[in-house]
């Protein structure tokens, strides 16, 4: 009896051991007897990814992690168990995110040919793609403390916010709106004034345009009228003569300036003797000035000018009695 009873209680005992053992890989969803390849996923940070953690694709579990290590560079690698048969996407990449509430975490696979929302996720998957290599891209989504952290700092920011609105729009800040409100009235009708004023001012302004217009079609007419008598003109030939004219003054001016400068030539040739007569005529002027000289006597004596005006008439009478007595004063013989 008291054998049976110590095989009825190990009996239970291994049963008891087997059902555990049994519950709990039925938990873990561990799924024995399937194996799989490794593959490594490279992150920055893995938040509470840990050992054992479901690996999913598209909702489902597909592996599990197997191990998290450090690696150089900042990098933090894990190790995905991936289960046989499993068909992955052309480019894998690795979310690590918060499965639950309660701290639960998961490593979701996604294709890295499907755009990305979040920008910090696409940074951090572009940052471990660029380390190459055939670790696949890794990012972390934050888990829902560091959501609720984020979200008690942007209430506090809404609260702050809230409160300087508050004190912005106080009873002195809508008296003075209301009064910036009536000077921006009072600006209105102010401009309004203006622009009827500049709207009379443009029409005085078209106005003396029109008149303005009326005036160039006057000139433009009369323009054309003198072209109208050029052209005649041209057809008369009256242009070309008056040309011609021109040209032959302009020949004559030619040849008179070259005439010119012959005298000037001539004139610098002939300096020293004009210096000469210059030097002449004033040494007779200073004479008359000084009345030396007989040319200055006869300037400054009127006595003088009289005696001599006696003896050219003496002069003259005698040269007359000659010419009217030669025989007088002159006797020919010829033996």
């Known amino acids: 009896m008291r054998r049976r009873d110590d095989i009825l209680v190990g009996a239970t005992v291994l049963a008891a051991l087997v059902a555990i053992v049994g519950g709990a890989l039925w938990l873990s969803e561990s799924q024995l007897g399937k194996g799989g390849e490794v593959y490594v996923a490279r992150f920055r940070t893995v938040g509470g990814l840990g050992v054992g953690d479901p690996v999913v694709l598209r909702g489902v579990r597909v592996g599990r992690v197997r191990a998290i290590r450090l690696a150089p560079r900042n990098w933090v690698e894990a190790e995905l168990q991936i289960y046989e048969g499993v068909s992955l996407p052309p480019k894998p990449a690795i979310i690590a995110a918060s499965a639950s509430l309660f701290g639960e975490w998961q490593a979701g696979i996604i294709n890295l040919e499907q755009p990305v929302d979040d920008p910090i996720v696409q940074r951090d998957l572009e940052e471990a793609m660029r ?5 696949w891209p890794g990012a972390t989504l934050p888990d829902i403390g560091q959501l609720t952290a984020q979200a008690g700092r942007i209430a506090t920011d809404i609260a702050s916010v809230s409160s300087r609105i508050q004190t912005v729009f106080d009873s002195q800040a809508v008296l003075e709106l209301q009064e910036a409100i009536r000077d921006f009235g009072r600006v209105s009708e102010r401009l309004t004034q203006f622009t009827q004023q500049q709207t009379e001012i443009l029409g005085e302004v078209g106005v003396n345009l029109r008149q303005g217009s009326d005036v160039l079609a006057d000139a433009a007419r009369s323009l054309s009228n003198s072209l109208a008598r050029v052209d005649s003109a041209t057809n008369q030939g009256q242009l070309l003569t008056i040309l011609n004219h021109t040209q032959a003054a302009a020949e004559n001016m ?7 400068r012959a005298l000037l030539s001539a004139a610098r040739e002939n300096q020293a003797s004009l210096l000469r007569i210059i030097e002449g005529a004033d040494s007779v002027a200073t004479r008359l000035r000084d009345r030396s000289g007989t040319l200055g006597l006869l300037v400054g004596d009127s006595m003088l000018y009289v005696e001599t005006r006696l003896a ?17 004063y002159f006797k020919f013989s010829v033996f």
Request: charged share 40%; net charge positive; hydrophobic share 45%.
């Open 312 to 328: 050219v008439a003496e002069l003259r009478r005698l040269l007359a009695d000659i010419q009217a007595n030669p025989r007088k």
């Open 131 to 135: 380390e190459g290599g055939d670790r």
């Open 254 to 260: 030619a040849r008179a300036a070259a005439d010119f």
